[in-house]
Structures are given as structure tokens and as C-alpha cells.
């Protein structure tokens, strides 16, 4: 498999693939994804856009990810804003870059492609701060939890409902720029 960055025209052509990696990770009826795929399609114009994709050897989309600056106006960042207190609202939402969607192939999961693409992603974004969106889940089982872990992302709400969704979401952010750490060995030593 091979990372590769997406321009806003990249993804548009490959629209049908993105909808049909986010079902399957999301696990969304087909009916819902007509409705995201008018959202995905609206977000590449986006000021700050970025994209990243995982191709397999013969093209498939394996994953992909990519926000843009999150601005007043955006209905994301609108909810967002307005369950903050002002001093959160300045931290955060100040310079933002907003992780919209990040997905992996249920088949292509455990692999590391989730970490690569947000590696990427944060690493071409623009910002004071980057923040994202996921469902409440049990930290220990979920991959997606782990990985945010994993990357520094804290807690800025919790148990958070945004309007038409039943599912409760936690708002996890992080200072930019990523800075990989060294690897450890399995002694705990920095590794070159």
C-alpha cells in the first residue's frame, strides 16, 4: 500500500470509492451515505483543505483522511463553538485545523494505515491547533480512541451530542505542529 496526498479534484474523482470506505468503517445504511457524499463533495473548497489517501497495489482506496481550517460558519465548528467557554473557544478555535473524516477499510484495519494517514494529514496541516470528532466508545477497544491517544489528542468535550445525531462524541484536540517522538526499544531506550 501507498500513502499519497489528494488535491481537491483527486478526491472528487474518486468520490464513490471515499463514500463507499467511510460506510464500511462507519458502518452506515446506504441511504445516509447519499447524504455524506453531498458533504464530502462541498468540503474540498474549503479554505486549508488537505488530503491524504491509502492506495493498495492495484489502485482500490484502502483509506483516507483530510480536514481544512475550521472557521465560524461551518456548521461543525458552529456546534463546537457554542459548548465552549470563551477561553476554550480561544485555545481552540482561534487557528484550527478541523480533521473531518479519517477512515480505514474494516479489511485494511490493524495495519498501521490509520496512523500514517493522520501522520501525514497533521503534518500538512495549517494551525495553531487541530481538532476532531468521534464516537463515545469504550477507550480501551477502540482502535480509532487509541490512535488519537496515541498522538497526543486530549479531551475538549465529552459526552458531546451534535443536533440529529443519537450517538454521544467526544471533541479531542491538539497543539500543532506534530513533533514525532523517537521510538522506543523494548528496553525503553530512544532509538535513532
Known amino acids: 500500500m501507498r500513502l499519497v496526498a489528494w488535491q481537491p479534484d483527486d478526491l472528487l474523482r474518486r468520490l464513490d470509492d471515499v463514500v463507499t470506505v467511510y460506510g464500511e468503517a462507519m458502518g452506515y445504511r446506504p441511504e445516509l451515505l447519499q447524504t455524506r457524499r453531498g458533504y464530502i463533495g462541498s468540503h474540498v473548497r474549503r479554505p486549508g483543505f488537505r488530503a491524504v489517501a491509502t492506495l493498495t497495489t492495484e489502485g482500490r482506496v484502502a483509506g483516507f483522511g483530510y480536514g481544512y481550517t475550521s472557521a465560524a460558519g461551518q ?3 458552529d456546534q463546537v463553538r457554542y459548548a465552549l467557554g470563551e477561553d476554550s473557544r480561544r485555545q481552540w478555535l482561534t487557528d484550527c485545523f478541523e480533521v473531518v473524516e479519517l477512515h480505514v477499510r474494516p479489511a485494511a484495519q490493524g495495519h498501521g494505515v490509520g496512523a500514517r494517514q493522520l501522520r501525514a494529514l497533521l ?3 495549517k494551525g495553531k491547533t487541530v481538532l476532531l470528532s468521534t464516537p463515545e466508545a469504550d477507550e480501551q477497544a ?3 480512541w487509541r490512535l488519537y491517544r496515541r ?7 465529552r459526552d458531546f451530542y451534535f443536533p440529529g445525531d443519537e450517538r454521544a462524541f467526544a471533541v479531542l484536540g491538539r497543539e500543532l505542529p506534530l513533533v ?3 521510538l522506543e526499544d523494548a528496553s525503553g531506550a530512544a532509538g535513532a
Do not use: I, K, T
Not at 498522538?151 to 468535550?157: Q, R
Open 75 to 77: 456548521w461543525w465548528h
Open 123 to 125: 503534518a500538512m496541516a
Open 142 to 144: 477502540s482502535r480509532a
Open 151 to 157: 498522538y497526543g489528542f486530549d479531551d475538549v468535550l
Open 180 to 182: 514525532e517522538r523517537p
